[in-house]
Nanobody, 122 residues
């Protein structure tokens, strides 16, 4: 079907930057929504940012002005540039491909990556 491979996580000091990348592969016809969610210890998974097929974006209030999401439809990739990182940004970040059309299959499906750890030290 579809696999999502993430990269770019790691350890950074508060105020620093990281860039997360995700590449989708498989029998993809089209991915409508691509984005990032995160889950901190003891908390529910939450939306960080999503970019829709027309290019519009949505961000969590907590990351507005600091994070920027982008995608390359031809390569089925999505990236998240994270600046001015704070300790509260520490979490596992998950790549998301939503409402995906898969060749040979009917309907739309959602896919998730394995997650990449982002740790911000204060």
């Amino acid at each position: 079907q579809v696999q999502l491979g993430e990269s770019g996580g790691g350890l950074v000091q508060a105020g620093g930057s990281l860039r997360l990348s995700c590449a989708a592969s498989g029998r993809i016809f089209y991915i409508n929504d691509m984005g990032w969610y995160r889950q901190a210890p003891g908390k529910q998974r939450e939306l960080v940012a999503v970019i829709f097929n027309g290019g519009s974006t949505t961000y969590a209030e907590s990351v507005k002005g600091r994070f920027t999401i982008s995608r390359d439809n031809a390569k089925n990739t999505v990236s998240l540039q994270m600046n001015s990182l704070k300790s509260e940004d520490t979490a596992v970040y998950y790549c998301y491909a939503g409402r995906t059309e898969v060749r040979g299959m009917t309907g739309l499906r959602d896919y998730w990556g394995q997650g990449t750890q982002v740790t911000v030290s204060s």
